[in-house]
């Protein structure tokens, strides 16, 4: 059996669940899905603050999931937060999350949308298209304008407004394909996949199956240059244990 650990960066144990069981549901039978969440930090991640806050707690977990000998790591929060600092860390495949659906996107449309959460992190999801080489297949960005818990109240609420702004998508921007941003949503694609007669795209699930895929073609991280392991150096304070 081969273990992927599946980061969620904000410390809420719900959205944890949700994201484990999105990753369960799609994994091989001889994958194992270890779900985790840093013991401290920020309980859902809504901006440059939140992120870089959260951006420790997924190194101090990819430094525990090597040592549980895991082969290879998922981002699970929409911004990918600490995604080149954690690929220095580690020796498997890493993958975040917006990264995975934005590629799945591009391998079924020609254009995609985003649904994502709260309108200030629209901005770090335009800076991820840029990163990634994908602002030209993204047609548009929409926010539902409620934060990232909501989806984790249980009122439903924050998912009836997910599938209504998938609809309006659907119906103006273009695009072929939806991508889902955020990792509280992983359980609402299928669903709306079936509902709307278009890809909607998760990706917890997308950067699951790319970990498996990557790990099948013996492809880790490159240890080759710029994310080769850190350069050895005394750490103090909290930070020691990332030694
Ligand atoms: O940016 C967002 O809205 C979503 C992002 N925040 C979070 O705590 N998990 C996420 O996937």
Redesign the pocket.
Known sequence: KRIIQVINP?TSRA?TATIGAAARAVAAADTEILAVCPGQGVP???GHFDEAIAAIGVLEQVKAGRAQGVCGHVI????DPGLLAARELAQGPVVG?AEAAMHMATLVATRFSIV???PR?LI?ARHLLQQYGFEHHCAALHAIDLP?LALEDGSGLAQEKVRQRCIQAMREDGSGAIVL????MADLAQDLTRELGLPVIDGVTAAVKMVESLVALGLGTSKHGDLAFPLKKNLSGQFESLS
Request: charged share 5%; proline share 0%; glycine share 20%.
């Open positions: 904000n959205m859902s991640i809504e699970a929060c929409f911004g999350i994502t959460t709260l992190t770090i990232v941003g955020c990792g509280g």
